[in-house]
């Protein structure tokens, strides 16, 4: 049972700029945190980008200044806006939100805001050529 969609993705120049949307179905409750990871091929999946309830914004590191994640609340869809790719930026791209039992990925537990995430995303694939 799918219960987070994520649309967008695919290939760009470094440089460049992508827009991923995810759209939650009805069965996941959204008043918590929701973000998104990725996972590089050969590396751990990492965070990248969360938004609580309260409108609280976290970015890693790596994409601080280049990636935007905002929520259309109207239409209970939630965006990341990637600018500036880079080729250290290919990776699959996952949509998740916290709450709910805990739903492990590659056995381990992951969080958002504090909160394990719950529900996941299928991944899109983002590639980035230099």
């Known amino acids: 049972q799918v219960q987070l969609v994520e649309f967008g993705g695919g290939s760009e120049q470094s440089g460049g700029s992508l827009r991923l949307s995810c759209a939650p179905s009805k069965y996941v409750d959204t008043r918590y945190c929701m973000g998104w990871f990725r996972q590089a091929p050969g590396k751990e999946r990492e965070g990248v980008a969360s938004?609580?309830?309260?409108?609280?914004?976290y970015y890693a590191d790596s994409v601080k200044g280049r990636f935007t994640i905002s929520r259309d609340s109207a239409k209970n869809i939630m965006y990341l806006d990637l600018n500036r790719l880079e080729p250290e930026d290919t990776a699959i791209y996952y949509c998740?939100?916290?709450?709910?039992?805990?739903?492990?990925?590659?056995?381990?537990?992951?969080?958002?805001?504090?909160?394990?995430?719950?529900?996941w995303g299928h991944g899109t694939q983002v590639t980035v050529s230099s």
């Open positions: 998740a939100a916290a709450g709910g039992a805990p739903a492990y990925r590659g056995g381990r537990q992951y969080a958002l805001c504090g909160v394990p995430v719950g529900y």
């Open positions: 938004l609580d309830s309260d409108g609280g914004i």
